[in-house]
């Protein structure tokens, strides 16, 4: 794939990503631009890795994304336990009976009995605590792949936009780093658009006239 095409899939890959990410609190229908975003960025990682010859911007780059998803299956499991297992608790649904399930909601909560919405919402804090690790190690995996395309294309944007991507890695449990690693995807469509497909032409020095004979 030339080098060309591999930069604009990249770049448009990545600015879905970021639309998509701003979608989320929008309509769900946006979210699927990412990933055909994310299946974009992928195409133009192997690009680059073909062509500089360097399976490590490629590699690293699928471990994240991988560890992304397994984090955000983990979290919707568990999510899905924490509410079926509260639910099971308040009724008998032997009979599939749901009627029942707001009053007995506020019988708990007249009774002053909150044990089973504390329940919840550890579980709930559990699920993000085990989200944001994968979140932490799919960001050293973006870092390392970022590194070694900033090395390959000279474009340091790429390093910048993983130093951004560890961070918001780090501070993903408390919400800034969703923030953070939203602008380090702004950084590297940047980066994929800055890739130079044609080498500098080194500019001819002017010739000495010859010297003038005495």
Same mark, same amino acid.
């Given at each position: 794939?030339?080098?060309?095409?591999?930069?604009? +899939? *990249?770049?448009? &890959?990545? /600015? %879905?990503?970021? !639309? =998509?990410?701003? @979608?989320?609190?929008?309509?769900?229908?946006? $979210?699927? +631009? *990412?990933?055909? &975003?994310? /299946? %974009?960025?992928? !195409? =133009?990682?192997? @690009?680059?890795?073909?062509?500089?010859?360097? $399976?490590?911007?490629?590699?690293?780059?699928?471990?994240?994304?991988?560890?992304?998803?397994? @984090?955000?299956?983990?979290?919707?499991?568990?999510?899905?336990?924490?509410?079926?297992?509260?639910?099971?608790?308040?009724?008998?649904?032997?009979?599939?009976?749901?009627?029942?399930?707001?009053?007995?909601?506020?019988?708990?909560?007249?009774?002053?009995?909150?044990?089973?919405?504390?329940?919840?919402?550890?579980?709930?804090?559990?699920?993000?605590?085990?989200?944001?690790?994968?979140?932490?190690?799919?960001?050293?995996?973006?870092?390392?792949?970022?590194?070694?395309?900033?090395?390959?294309?000279?474009?340091?944007?790429?390093?910048?936009?993983?130093?951004?991507?560890?961070?918001?890695?780090?501070?993903?449990?408390?919400?800034?780093?969703?923030?953070?690693?939203?602008?380090?995807?702004?950084?590297?469509?940047?980066?994929?658009?800055?890739?130079?497909?044609?080498?500098?032409?080194?500019?001819?020095?002017?010739?000495?006239?010859?010297?003038?004979?005495?």
């Amino acid at each position: 794939m030339a080098l060309e095409t591999t930069k604009n +899939l *990249g770049g448009i &890959g990545a /600015i %879905l990503i970021v !639309i =998509a990410a701003l @979608g989320t609190f929008g309509t769900a229908y946006v $979210g699927l +631009l *990412g990933l055909v &975003g994310i /299946i %974009l960025v992928l !195409i =133009a990682v192997k @690009g680059l890795a073909d062509h500089y010859n360097e $399976g490590g911007i490629f590699n690293n780059a699928l471990y994240a994304i991988v560890m992304g998803i397994i @984090g955000g299956l983990a979290f919707v499991g568990i999510a899905i336990y924490a509410v079926m297992t509260q639910i099971f608790s308040l009724l008998d649904l032997t009979e599939g009976d749901w009627s029942g399930l707001s009053a007995a909601i506020q019988e708990r909560i007249t009774s002053g009995d909150m044990s089973f919405i504390w329940d919840f919402v550890g579980t709930i804090i559990l699920a993000w605590v085990v989200f944001s690790i994968c979140i932490i190690v799919a960001a050293i995996f973006s870092r390392k792949s970022l590194n070694l395309a900033s090395a390959k294309t000279g474009v340091g944007m790429f390093g910048t936009a993983g130093i951004l991507m560890l961070i918001g890695g780090i501070l993903f449990i408390i919400f800034i780093g969703a923030i953070l690693i939203w602008v380090a995807w702004i950084l590297i469509a940047v980066a994929f658009f800055s890739i130079k497909t044609q080498p500098t032409q080194p500019q001819a020095s002017p010739q000495q006239p010859p010297p003038t004979p005495v």
